[in-house]
């Protein structure tokens, strides 16, 4: 327990996990900054074309969901609150729905959906397993 706050500290995997989220969320804003960039100047990436405006609104707004949905689970698994399992949960499955509408709007590989989709995995699994996780994960 912490001394100042009698709150179990939060350590081990959850804290692996709270850097895979950081990491997940920080990919989300660089590929959604990136993806405003080259819509504005194709030609950076080799491109000829524009992307379509409907399949850029829809990347970046996702996106932009994501990022600020792993800012809430922060919060959430900082506050120690139990409310972060479920939410990781639904995190997890918005992320591989969202995988699996960019590729459907050919965003996304169907090798980059397989590999995407591991974290979202992992991040379920261990939620629902960790004993860590619900003793740390009370309030």
Do not use: C
């Not at 912490?2 to 989220?21: A, D, F, K, M, Q």
């Not at 600020?68 to 120690?80: E, K, M």
Request: positive net charge.
């Amino acid at each position: 327990m912490e001394p100042e706050t009698g709150r179990p500290p939060i350590r081990g995997w959850l804290i692996v996990y709270l850097i895979v989220l950081a990491g997940l969320a920080a990919h989300g804003l660089e590929l959604t900054i990136a993806s405003l960039i080259i819509s504005a100047d194709p030609s950076l990436a080799g491109l000829e074309s524009f992307v379509p405006l409907p399949a850029l609104l829809f990347y970046v707004i996702t996106n932009t969901l994501l990022i600020l949905y792993a800012v809430l689970l922060f919060v959430l698994i900082l506050r120690r609150r139990r409310s972060a399992i479920a939410h990781s949960v639904v995190y997890s499955a918005l992320s591989v729905a969202l995988l699996i509408g960019w590729h459907a709007f050919h965003m996304k590989s169907a090798l980059g959906v397989a590999i995407d989709t591991i974290p979202s995995i992992f991040i379920v699994l261990y939620v629902l397993i960790s004993k860590r996780v619900s003793q740390t994960l009370r309030r």
